[in-house]
């Protein structure tokens, strides 16, 4: 189910990417698909965000790019890739 069936079926007031705590408490199954669409959802308390709640593939990312060695190694095959400094599948893998 949408946020916009669980804005309707709670009369609380879902802005785009923003859920309550209530609505979110009372529909935690139906916000878990929309982050699943979404990638997250802001969580408001009192009218104020305090949290969110992101999808896994999202948070996996986040956590890489927090990564210092992931970035680099990142920024080295582009340099690589930029001086064509590459191996083709054949040389990798051989014969599969």
Same mark, same amino acid.
């Given at each position: 189910? #949408?946020? =916009?069936? &669980?804005? $309707?079926?709670?009369?609380?007031? /879902? ?5 309550? %705590?209530?609505? @979110? ?5 139906? #916000?878990? =698909?929309? &982050?699943? $669409?979404?990638?997250?959802?802001? /969580? ?5 965000? %305090?949290?969110? @709640? ?43």
């Amino acid at each position: 189910m #949408a946020l =916009d069936n &669980v804005q $309707k079926q709670c009369t609380i007031k /879902v802005d785009m990417d923003t859920i309550t %705590t209530t609505t @979110l408490r009372n529909n935690l199954a139906d #916000a878990i =698909d929309e &982050v699943t $669409k979404k990638n997250y959802l802001l /969580v408001a308390k009192r009218g104020k965000i %305090t949290s969110a @709640l992101v999808s896994i593939d999202l948070f996996e990312d986040l956590i890489a790019l927090s990564n210092k060695k992931y970035l680099a190694s990142i920024k080295k095959a582009r340099e690589e890739y930029k001086k064509g400094d590459i191996f083709s599948h054949q040389q990798v893998f051989g014969e599969v």
